[in-house]
């Protein structure tokens, strides 16, 4: 077997460092603000060419190229162009960006500087979610202290370049996170996505102008790409899956928490059992959902084959599967927003996606039909398989209510949310018929349940 590789801190690097703070002064002691100083003195149009180099992908869900996005910026419109940052970090399952924000604000400020004038932003602001008022209050605080020493605002490190961050607070909604709802919200709207198209932020977003919303731990790998240059970081990871990535690895392991690693350099198996310690004591591995509680589960006695994006065959079980947005994609699943939610065999299925269900149908926001009322109905199914008196067609009913949200939504939240039932039912049919069968003979003993009913 391979050999686990060591972690590789890059966004990471200084935060639990003893004697790490983040005040500005320990940030400047450590080399921070050398590469804006740097950056502003170069060609913007240059820089943007880095990023394509580089590689860099999107870390907020999607996995989009930095470079590309960038690219879209409809610099012809005359309009000003925002940067928007998003620090909404509301998937179920992820919990890195606040660990930047409250370990190491400089960091992003740093990086959304750079990428500020790279893009030649009018203006910054950072959405961050109404749950985190400390964050809130910290980064305006850094913002305050890089202002004073002329990083943030009017002619930074002395150029003719000017450009203020704001960081403005959510009040506590998930769909705040999809980036043209964010917009709304930032407008002093409800946050109901946009229409895409026309609405592409790249194009029209924040006050109908070119807006680049990029997530937190992606700005901060901007930074980095200025600092070693977009060809130096396209070395780091694999080819269409470069730099590195933070992974939150949540639930049933012995050591939880967040790891940074060169992008597919470990597989899963690595992840669970040398880095995080494995499992409870006597216990076995029964699921993993890979990028946060919207990505497709994968089952653990299952064996995942077929040809990557660049063409190579593979079978692997569900440990060997490499952690990358490309071979995750392959297994049927996605990188997402890096949350790795680990299952051992105690965990009862159907109550973990009632659990997710009830999450996705509180957060709908109730723009369009399929996903108002198909979120809803996935909740009350799966809670009446748990609680109620279920039927056996809820199965088959659960399925065929989230095939007809996906796809059919303005947002993407419609997969979001249909995406954990389709996989879950799809994988684990045997535990939810057994699941209804137990409780239809428990609510109705006289009565016999039979598959047959359901076929
Ligand atoms: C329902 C939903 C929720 C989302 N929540 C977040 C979030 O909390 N944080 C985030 O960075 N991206 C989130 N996204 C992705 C954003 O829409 C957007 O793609 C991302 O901010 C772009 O940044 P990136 O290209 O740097 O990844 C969400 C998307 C959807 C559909
Ligand atoms: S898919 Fe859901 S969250 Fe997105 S716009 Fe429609 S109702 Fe709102």
Same mark, same amino acid.
């Given at each position: 077997m391979a050999t686990t590789p060591q972690e590789k801190r890059i966004i990471l690097k200084n935060i639990d460092q003893d004697g790490y703070t983040r005040d500005i002064?320990?940030?400047?002691?450590?080399?921070?603000?050398?590469?804006?100083?740097?950056?502003?003195?170069?060609?913007?149009?240059?820089?943007?060419?880095?990023?394509?180099?580089?590689?860099?992908?999107?870390?907020g869900g999607a996995g989009f190229p930095c470079g590309?996005?960038?690219?879209?910026?409809?610099?012809?419109?005359?309009?000003?162009?925002?940067?928007?940052?998003?620090?909404?970090?509301?998937?179920?399952?992820?919990?890195?960006?606040?660990?930047?924000?409250?370990?190491d604000p400089h960091q992003l400020i740093e990086g959304m500087m750079c990428s500020a004038f790279a893009i030649q932003a009018a203006c910054a602001y950072i959405y961050i979610r109404g749950e985190f008022p400390e964050g809130a209050k910290i980064l305006e605080e850094a913002i305050e202290e890089a202002r004073k020493k002329n990083f943030v605002g009017k002619n930074i490190c002395g150029t003719k370049y000017s450009c203020e961050i704001y960081v403005h607070r959510g009040a506590g909604a998930y769909i705040c996170g999809e980036e043209t709802g964010l917009i709304e919200s930032l407008e002093g709207k409800r946050a109901y996505p946009r229409i895409k198209p026309p609405f592409f932020p790249a194009v029209l977003g924040l006050y109908q102008c070119p807006t680049a919303v990029n997530n937190v731990e992606t700005l901060c790998n901007v930074k980095h790409v200025f600092d070693m240059g977009g060809e130096? *970081? =396209?070395?780091?990871?694999?080819?269409?899956? +470069?730099?590195? #990535?933070?992974?939150?690895?949540?639930?049933?392991?012995?050591?939880?928490?967040?790891?940074?690693?060169?992008?597919?350099?470990?597989?899963l198996g690595q992840l669970i059992y040398d880095v995080c310690g494995g499992l409870p004591e006597g216990r076995t591995?029964?699921?993993?959902?890979?990028?946060?509680?919207?990505?497709?589960?994968?089952?653990?006695?299952?064996?995942?084959?077929?040809?990557?994006?660049?063409?190579?065959?593979?079978?692997?079980?569900?440990?060997?599967?490499?952690?990358?947005?490309?071979?995750?994609?392959?297994?049927?699943?996605?990188?997402?927003?890096?949350?790795?939610?680990?299952?051992?065999?105690?965990?009862?299925?159907?109550?973990?996606?009632?659990?997710?269900?009830?999450? *996705? =149908?509180?957060?709908?926001?109730?723009?369009? +039909?399929?996903? #108002?009322?198909?979120?809803l109905w996935m909740k009350k199914i799966t809670?009446?398989?748990?609680?109620?008196?279920?039927?056996?067609?809820?199965?088959?009913?659960?399925?065929?209510?989230?095939?007809?949200?996906?796809?059919?939504?303005?947002c993407a939240f419609g997969e979001a949310c249909a995406w954990p039932t389709q996989s879950f039912v799809l994988k684990f049919r045997d535990e939810f018929i057994a699941k209804a069968e137990k409780q239809i003979k428990e609510s109705s003993p006289s009565r016999e349940p039979a598959l047959a009913e359901t076929e």
């Open positions: 002064d320990c940030y400047l002691a450590n080399g921070g603000y050398e590469v804006l100083k740097q950056t502003v003195t170069k060609d913007p149009a240059d820089l943007c060419k880095e990023i394509e180099t580089s590689g860099l992908r999107g870390r590309m996005k960038w690219k879209f910026l409809d610099r012809k419109s005359g309009k000003p162009i925002y940067l928007v940052c998003n620090a909404d970090e509301s998937e179920p399952g992820t919990f890195k960006d606040r660990q930047i924000i409250h370990k130096e *970081y =396209a070395k780091i990871g694999k080819p269409g899956n +470069t730099g590195t #990535r933070i992974l939150c690895v949540s639930g049933h392991v012995k050591k939880p928490g967040y790891y940074e690693f060169e992008v597919g350099s470990l597989t591995l029964k699921a993993v959902i890979p990028g946060g509680s919207s990505a497709k589960v994968l089952r653990a006695d299952e064996r995942y084959t077929g040809k990557t994006k660049s063409g190579e065959e593979f079978d692997w079980s569900l440990e060997d599967i490499p952690l990358d947005f490309d071979s995750l994609m392959a297994a049927g699943s996605m990188a997402g927003s890096g949350g790795v939610i680990v299952m051992d065999d105690t965990t009862d299925m159907v109550e973990a996606l009632g659990n997710i269900n009830a999450f *996705y =149908a509180h957060e709908s926001c109730g723009q369009c +039909t399929p996903c #108002r009322e198909g979120s809670t009446r398989m748990l609680e109620g008196q279920p039927r056996l067609e809820d199965v088959d009913l659960l399925k065929s209510v989230a095939d007809q949200i996906a796809g059919r939504t303005i």
